[in-house]
């Protein structure tokens, strides 16, 4: 059976906004294939002569960085390795753009401290903190 080119440009004029309105038949969540990174992806904290970063005390918080969610599909989940040492002030970032912060125990030398940011998709990439003693 012969379509003539009139009735094959109606049939894809019909279908093309029921594409669109889903997605367009991509992955499953919808989410663009972007480059996924995080800003700044590492950092560094050095402490005295002798001695890892600390205000004094071995209790409180100290304040590493804030870090900013780049590409990827949102949401992201936020998660550390060493919860002990290492926080976050959220487990969850809504936005790509959003920023998360970081800290650590007053008095810890952490090496590497990963801290690891997983995206819709699972693909997942790392934030490392470093705290160590001067020299």
Not at 46 to 52: D, L, P, R, S, W
Not at 80 to 109: M, N, R, W, Y
């Amino acid at each position: 059976m012969k379509r003539s080119f009139l009735g094959t440009f109606a049939a894809l004029a019909l279908a093309a906004p029921l594409l669109t309105s889903c997605g367009g038949g991509g992955d499953a969540q919808g989410a663009k294939d972007t480059a996924f990174s995080v800003y700044p992806d590492k950092v560094t904290i050095t402490g005295g002569t002798g001695a890892c970063p600390s205000d004094g005390t071995t209790t409180s918080a100290l304040f590493a960085a804030e870090v900013k969610v780049l590409g990827g599909a949102a949401p992201y989940r936020v998660s550390t390795g060493f919860p002990d040492l290492i926080f976050v002030d959220k487990t969850t970032v809504q936005h790509e753009g959003d920023t998360f912060q970081v800290a650590f125990l007053s008095g810890a030398c952490i090496d590497p401290g990963p801290v690891i940011v997983t995206d819709s998709l699972n693909r997942a990439v790392t934030f490392t903190l470093t705290t160590k003693a001067g020299s």
